[in-house]
């Protein structure tokens, strides 16, 4: 078991590393020339000589190989870096250290930390609502199967499951918010300054979420419980006499819920990492509008990378996570 | 994206029913479940559907030229005391068709404000877009996972081993992020240069999209192998000292069959819906035209002209939903048993 978690932990640092090196990579050499240039051409048209560009290379270190550049901005994220060059000023950059956005000259990790409250409000709200009410109906499904209601939820699951996202978020706020104003405006307003407004806010987002997910939830649920409901230590239950709701809730549903909370543990780590759509549709000033917002010109290389990096290392630690969560509940994992 | 852990643990393994009848003799298991997905009435309509769906994006030009409207030009000359207003009070609609001067028999769906391009033009090119881009990323991603998957499955060992790490490196790096890193790269390599930067995105969203949906595929079809290779029929072949290639592809491959149609069809709507989302966000495509990008320009006008927004997206909805069902229906007649 514990070789099992350090094996699975080390993997993960590996993947961690490897995520890293290729956002790295990526953003800081995948441009034509190199992120100076982007700096450059800030200077105004005709401003961004040969000589500028080479002096603002050597500057911010890019004449530097990218080996070298990788190993200063890794220490930085440990240690910090006191002299960051952005746009012709040098700042400080305290750890963790991602760099100085370019279009509000504040350190990255300081928007992260603002931006996130945003996010992680989203998705517990829409995740809350989809895995309670998944796990309840999928279980009266189970309970009920084969009958008329079972096939509806059934039907009715493929059918919701099938249409994107994104176009149910969208005409729901834009019919419901926006015409019939059934919900008040949507945004995001922070928690702990006024609950009530965060919760009106932020209404039709977390609906929309568990709404259009729960479904899914509710099918895995019914698949996991109908197996369960076949178990031998089910008819014991039952043939003891024991009420029907109290062996469907105490009993099965026990057993069947491990593996939706492994589906749910991977879900969420998603969740949180790309709420792009929902915050782009319904202004919700969190990662995924963050990210989406450093993409108008110039470029903010450093708030992309930074967000790209942050959900990707949310995703492998979410992974990481269920993996162990999974080897206490079945020790059969680890032997694979 | 692709096809998700509860799809892949609902895929068949492969039909071990007899067919009824008196006729026992002389039909694979694809013919088997072909006969049953034609007895199967939603699967028949959803089939139909895509059929003209896809009949509409390939004759896209065709049918542009009959009625003589273009997807990326404006179809009336700029005139603004005669046929449209550009921009101002009367929100760069035009004078005439919908949404406020009713049907229009040269512009079915009416003129985009401000551009003045046919929307039925852009819808039709469109869809073809979306469905060339969900195309091309499946039987790509289907090769990259078939051949990874044989070849993790049968070789075992180190290699399968970097095959699997290097998957679960993919999967744990969500697609959009993926995509939001791209869009930047790309804009600044050909922003001076819009054609080249048009097919640029089209053949870098195909990228993304194939990049980060072979995954899946791989598991399945290692899991699939792992199983096969241990049959006599597998080990009679090495026996007999038949090349592995020969093994894996003239062996191997023909038991894989159901499962790689089924991964298929399901991931073909998966593909359309990340497609026109990620031109939703302005991150996909912007220089051809894309579903995605319609709604996109559409929404704002939402309230003066919903039939800009609604055509786009009941297009969208129509051929997701319609792939989806069908693709259901595929699993199930390859493997009756998932419908409990």
């Known amino acids: 078991m514990t070789g099992f978690i350090v094996r699975r932990v080390l993997t993960s640092i590996l993947v961690v590393i490897l995520t890293s090196i290729f956002v790295f990579v990526l953003f800081f050499k995948g441009l034509g020339d190199s992120p100076a240039r982007n700096y450059c051409e800030k200077l105004g048209p005709g401003k961004c000589t040969a000589q500028k560009l080479d002096s603002i290379k050597q500057q911010m270190g890019f004449d530097k190989s990218v080996a070298y550049n990788y190993g200063v901005w890794a220490k930085g ?22 760099g100085i956005s370019i279009n509000t000259q504040n350190t990255v990790w300081s928007e992260l930390k603002q931006k996130y409250p945003a996010t992680i409000t989203l998705a517990v709200g829409g995740a809350s609502i989809y895995l309670v009410l998944g796990v309840l109906l999928g279980a009266l499904a189970a309970r009920w199967r084969g009958t008329a209601a079972d096939r509806v939820l059934v039907g009715s699951t493929l059918i919701v499951s099938a249409i994107p996202f994104y176009l149910v978020a969208l005409l729901a706020w834009i019919y419901l918010s926006l015409q019939l104003k059934i919900f008040p405006t949507t945004g995001y307003y922070p928690i702990t300054q006024n609950p009530g407004k965060t919760i009106s806010w932020m209404m039709l987002p977390w609906l929309v979420i568990g709404l259009t997910n729960c479904t899914s939830y509710a099918r895995f649920t019914r698949g996991q419980m109908v197996e369960t409901l076949n178990e031998d230590y089910i008819r014991t239950a039952m043939s003891k006499g024991v009420k029907t709701n109290r062996v469907l809730f105490k009993h099965a549903l026990r057993a069947a819920i491990v593996p939706v909370i492994t589906i749910f543990g991977l879900d969420f780590a998603t969740l949180l990492a790309g709420t792009i759509f929902t915050e782009r549709i319904f202004d919700i000033d969190g990662i995924g509008k963050w990210s989406l917002d450093a993409l108008s010109t ?11 990096l942050v959900s990707s290392v949310l995703i492998v630690v979410a992974n990481l996570l269920v993996d162990i969560f999974y080897s206490f509940l079945d020790p059969r994992v680890s032997v694979a | 994206m692709g096809i998700s852990a509860t799809e892949l643990a609902e895929a068949p393994t492969g039909s071990h029913e007899q067919p009824e009848g008196k006729k026992l003799a002389g039909r694979s298991p694809t013919q088997i479940a072909l006969q049953r997905l034609r007895k199967d009435k939603l699967a028949v309509v959803c089939g139909i559907i895509v059929l003209l769906m896809i009949l509409a994006a390939v ?61 039925l033009a852009r819808l039709l090119y469109g869809l073809r877009t979306s469905l060339l881009v969900a195309s091309i990323a499946t039987i790509a991603s289907i090769l990259i996972g078939v051949v990874l998957g044989l070849i993790a499955g049968f070789s075992r060992g180190w290699l399968d081993r970097i095959i699997m790490f290097v ?54 079809i290692r899991g699939q192998v792992l199983s096969l290779r241990e049959r006599e029929f597998v080990m009679a072949a090495q026996v007999m000292g038949v090349p592995t290639s020969r093994i894996l592809f003239k062996e191997l491959l023909p038991n894989l069959v159901a499962p790689i149609v089924v991964a298929t069809s399901l991931s073909l709507p998966g593909y359309v819906t990340a497609e026109a989302g990620l031109s939703y966000l302005g991150i996909g495509l912007t220089g051809t035209p894309s579903l995605g990008q319609t ?30 069902l069908l693709g259901d229906s595929v699993r199930d007649a390859f493997d009756p048993r998932t419908r409990r």
């Open chain 1, 77 to 98: 994220v440990f240690v910090g870096r006191d002299n960051v060059y952005v746009d012709g000023k040098l700042y400080k950059c305290p750890a963790p250290c991602l």
């Open chain 1, 298 to 308: 110039p470029i903010d290389l450093q708030v992309i990378s930074a967000g790209v």
């Open chain 2, 59 to 119: 004759f896209a030009p065709v049918i542009c030229n009959i009625l003589n409207i273009y997807p990326t030009t404006a179809t009336i000359p700029y005139d603004p005391s005669k046929v449209l207003h550009f921009g101002g009070a009367s929100f760069g609609l035009p004078k005439q068709g919908p949404p406020e001067h009713g049907y229009w028999a040269a512009h079915p769906l009416g003129l985009a404000p401000g551009t003045a391009v046919d929307n």
């Open chain 2, 167 to 220: 998957t679960d490196l993919f999967l744990s790096f969500p697609f959009i992020l993926g995509a939001l890193a791209m869009a930047p790269i790309l804009v600044a390599h050909f922003q001076h240069n819009l054609n080249t930067l048009a097919r640029v995105q089209l053949f870098s969203l195909i990228f993304i999209l194939v990049i980060f949906g072979w995954m899946g595929l791989t598991r399945l």
């Open chain 2, 295 to 324: 709604i996109n320009d559409a929404q704002s006008y939402w309230q003066q002209y919903p039939l800009y927004l609604w055509a786009p997206v009941i297009t969208i909805t129509v051929l997701v939903l319609a792939l989806n």
